[in-house]
Nanobody, 119 residues
Framework: QVQLAESGGGLVQAGGSLRLSCAGS????????MGWFRQAPGKEREFVAF????????YYADSVKGRFTISRDNAKNTVYLQMNSLKPEDSAIYYC????????????WGQGTQVTVSS
């Protein structure tokens, strides 16, 4: 199983941008579709974005469509999430995981990276 480590979060004002990274270990990283998920305080973890093994297919939760872009670099075993036009409701801990559609497939999660958007 791939081990994952998220980074790139921080505090940003509404309307700002952040780029998250998810570094995967293991030679099989490129064999997996990948996704970004997030969890806000008091809420369940939710799907944010999906990218296929090759990076060709992507799709997003309606709440982030048009503002976020997911991509991957299999040579670097890394998945990215470019977040633009951030809103306070985007504040959450962001995680990456293997993905099947809008569902995570790995039992274990990384530590996540905190994103806080101030109004």
């Amino acid at each position: 199983q791939v081990q994952l480590a998220e980074s790139g979060g921080g505090l940003v004002q509404a309307g700002g941008s952040l780029r998250l990274s998810c570094a995967g270990s293991g030679r099989t990283f490129s064999n997996y579709n990948m996704g970004w998920f997030r969890q806000a305080p008091g809420k369940e973890r939710e799907f944010v974005a999906f990218v296929s093994e090759s990076g060709v297919v992507t799709y997003y939760a309606d709440s982030v469509k048009g503002r976020f872009t997911i991509s991957r670099d299999n040579a670097k075993n890394t998945v990215y999430l470019q977040m633009n036009s951030l809103k306070p409701e985007d504040s959450a801990i962001y995680y990456c995981n293997g993905a099947s559609g809008r569902a995570a497939i790995f039992d274990s999660w990384g530590q996540g990276t905190q994103v806080t958007v101030s109004s």
